[in-house]
């Protein structure tokens, strides 16, 4: 099982940047790949991106452009480094790990994620 902690949330105004963090630990962490989700009120949680164990990133159509992912093994973090933000954009926004070592397949549903944070808060106004 892996604890994972956000943070880095908070309010942005449109066309803002804001950088999350999530600090994981209690697997080894450049084993299994990353992933972060949101989830706005009234709506599903939806996919935001991801990163492989082996450091290739995925997004979402919505925020591909806008949003990057990276991974720090040595710090056991990942990050979401989001720029250009809309009020579109406002969401509670979770980390996740991989629940599998070594995925071939990128993981992009929340089935394949074993392990959540609690969750950062980013609200961007308009």
């Known amino acids: 099982q892996v604890q994972l902690v956000e943070s880095g949330g908070g309010l942005v105004q449109a066309g803002g940047s804001l950088r999350l963090s999530c600090a994981a630990s209690g697997r080894t962490f450049s084993t299994y790949a990353m992933g972060w989700f949101r989830q706005a009120p009234g709506k599903e949680r939806e996919f935001v991106g991801a990163?492989?164990?082996?450091?290739?990133?995925f997004y979402a159509d919505s925020v591909k452009g806008r949003f990057i992912i990276s991974r720090d093994n040595g710090k056991n973090t990942v990050y979401l480094q989001m720029s250009s933000l809309k009020p579109e954009d406002t969401a509670l926004y979770y980390c996740?790990?991989?629940?599998?070592?070594?995925?071939?397949?990128?993981?992009?549903?929340?089935?394949?994620?074993?392990?959540w944070g609690q969750g950062t808060q980013v609200t961007v106004s308009s």
């Open positions: 996740a790990a991989d629940q599998t070592s070594f995925r071939v397949v990128p993981p992009r549903v929340t089935s394949d994620f074993g392990s």
């Open positions: 990163v492989s164990w082996r450091g290739a990133t």
